[in-house]
């Protein structure tokens, strides 16, 4: 793991995540030689695989039309 200062860190951000991008490791980032954060690559999450069952779902009216006519009926 990298570890730079506050300062390392802003002057050189662009050359840090451009690092990171192409297959480093996360840097962390120190002030007065404590750590205090980290730069590392956000995971890109997975689609999810819609159910079958969806593709059988019918609807028999427009969801989108007014429903004030029903609702004064009633």
Known sequence: MTIVSIH?????LS?????LERGGEP???ARHGRPVAEIK???????TIPDIKLGEIEI???PASS???????A
């Open 8 to 12: 390392e860190a802003k002057t050189q």
């Open 41 to 47: 690559l956000i995971e890109k999450k997975k689609r």
């Open 15 to 19: 050359a840090l995540i451009s690092a």
């Open 27 to 29: 840097v962390v980032i």
């Open 60 to 62: 028999h009216y427009d």
């Open 67 to 73: 429903l004030d006519e029903d609702w004064e009926d």
